[in-house]
């Protein structure tokens, strides 16, 4: 009986000590939590967003064009196959964009300038992210400097001068033509660009970005497609 009753007290300690252990454990290895405060959940939100909004709107665009195709009134398949193919060549660069929105430009400070300090080109880094915020709220085409970007345009620095698809941008007077879908969206960039941490960027590192007012009509050019055979000749048969 003595017996039974130590092995029972000798259990129950050791499924007590278990419990202790594991409570001590938590405490000292707790769960990683989520340390952020409301401001910064509430940004992630935002950009969260804006990306459904965007694939909403890209879905949107495509239902579009299948209903299209999938009309049974239409009179002339051909010619939407022609609008899908011209769409194509404006996204790809192709063809010239028109559209509402607005125009930026970065030239340096007054005060180099008056001073007769050294100007420097804006650097890949900030030129990136204003080209980010620019696509994220909305953008639909951009054009710097004479350059357009594609999906296969890169902002890099090249023997220490900021360059576009390869092309050295200017140090002055860098201007950046925006297309968006709606005089609307370009509004709200607008007001978005006037209030954004960004301007304080800019004059950190010297620079003045200047927001022109939204236009009904912006045209960005295609970009050269002309592809020479100055070196190419063709092989006879059997060669």
């Known amino acids: 009986m003595k017996k039974n009753k130590s092995l ?16 001590y454990n938590t405490m000292q290895n707790p769960e990683e939590r989520d340390t952020r405060d409301i401001w910064e959940i509430r940004q992630a939100l935002s950009e969260e967003k804006k990306r459904h909004s965007e694939l909403l709107t890209n879905i949107q665009a495509m239902n579009e064009v299948v209903s299209k195709y999938e009309d049974v009134n239409s009179s002339n398949p051909e010619l939407v196959l022609q609008e899908t193919v011209l769409d194509l060549h404006r996204q790809i660069g192709l063809a010239p964009v028109t559209g509402p929105g607005l125009t930026l430009t970065i030239k340096p400070a007054k005060e180099l300038i008056e001073y007769g300090y050294e100007i420097e080109a804006i650097s890949p880094e900030l030129l990136f992210r204003l080209v980010n915020d620019i696509y994220r709220n909305g953008g639909q085409y951009v054009e710097i400097d ?94």
Not at 12 to 22: K, R, W
Not at 214 to 234: G, P
């Open 146 to 239: 004479g350059q357009r970007l594609l999906y296969t345009s890169a902002i890099r620095d090249i023997n220490g001068a900021t360059t576009i698809n390869s092309v050295p941008i200017s140090k002055t007077d860098v201007e950046v033509k925006i297309i968006m879908p709606s005089k609307e969206l370009a509004q709200k960039l607008y007001n978005y660009l006037l209030s954004s941490s960004l301007m304080d960027e800019f004059y950190i590192d010297n620079l003045e970005l200047v927001v022109g007012d939204v236009k009904s009509f912006i045209q960005i050019k295609n970009i050269a497609t002309q592809i020479t055979k100055s070196y190419l000749s063709e092989a006879t048969k059997g060669d």
């Open 8 to 23: 029972h007290i000798t259990l129950i300690s050791f499924v007590i000590g278990f419990m202790l252990a594991v409570q």
